[in-house]
């Protein structure tokens, strides 16, 4: 979901002008910054101007027994699932059936078990919407919003440069040079430090 309205990213020093950076760019990168805050931390917190928890379509294979976990196409759990809207196993709606949901990801059937097909996979899909929290008016929420907008502004303003935010210029005797200092690596989802603390800080892949 959104972190960030158009409005709060115009407000932001260097991006005021219209003329210079378009609505259209600034929501290309709103966009960017709540999928990387979702990445980052495993899950969905809701949106800024109307909470709601992410929806989500995922296809598995079947495991034979009432218990099965939601993974994304990506290879990661679903966190927080919060309801189940459709089920389809091999093609035919799972009817009569209720679903326990955990925060791990895991859906548990009423009665039955989760099925797999002749050829032995991917013939469930499951429909839902997962996210920690629906109430992102909160000051809990309050760091992770500012992550996203400082993720959104420069990500905008390397769109006008051409300098890397990365680079790292040294003038010696010798001559001078530029070094790229690297960015991306486990616990630094962002090249910008102050908002790689925020998103570890609420990375719940890690408390599960």
């Known amino acids: 979901?959104?972190?960030?309205?158009?409005?709060?990213?115009?407000?932001?020093?260097?991006?005021?002008?219209?003329?210079?950076?378009?609505?259209?760019?600034?929501?290309?990168?709103?966009?960017?910054?709540?999928?990387?805050?979702?990445?980052?931390?495993?899950?969905?917190?809701?949106?800024?101007?109307t909470p709601a928890y992410k929806a989500f379509s995922v296809t598995l294979s079947g495991t034979g027994s009432r218990k099965i976990r939601l993974i994304d196409e990506e290879g990661y759990p679903i966190l927080y699932p919060?309801?189940?809207?459709?089920v389809t196993i091999d093609g035919v709606a799972d009817a009569g059936?209720?679903?326990?949901?955990?925060?791990?990801?895991?859906?548990?059937?009423?009665s039955g078990a989760w099925d797999s097909s002749a050829d032995g996979g991917y013939n469930i899909v499951v429909v839902g919407t997962a996210g920690l929290s629906s109430d992102a008016s909160t000051d809990a929420l309050a760091d992770l919003r500012w992550a996203a907008r400082s993720i959104a502004r420069n990500w905008v303003l390397n769109q006008e440069s051409r300098l890397s935010d990365r680079a790292l210029n040294l003038t010696t005797s010798e001559g001078?040079?530029?070094?790229?200092?690297?960015?991306?690596?486990?616990g630094r989802p962002t090249n910008l430090p102050d908002v790689n603390v925020v998103l570890n800080r609420h990375n719940h892949r890690w408390s599960i």
């Open 82 to 86: 919060r309801t189940i809207s459709s």
């Open 1 to 49: 979901m959104a972190y960030a309205t158009r409005a709060e990213l115009r407000a932001l020093d260097g991006l005021g002008d219209v003329t210079v950076h378009s609505d259209a760019l600034l929501d290309e990168a709103i966009l960017m910054a709540s999928n990387t805050v979702d990445r980052a931390t495993g899950t969905s917190f809701g949106d800024v101007t």
């Open 97 to 110: 059936i209720t679903y326990v949901l955990g925060s791990t990801g895991y859906v548990v059937r009423s």
């Open 176 to 186: 001078s040079f530029e070094v790229r200092a690297q960015a991306g690596a486990p």
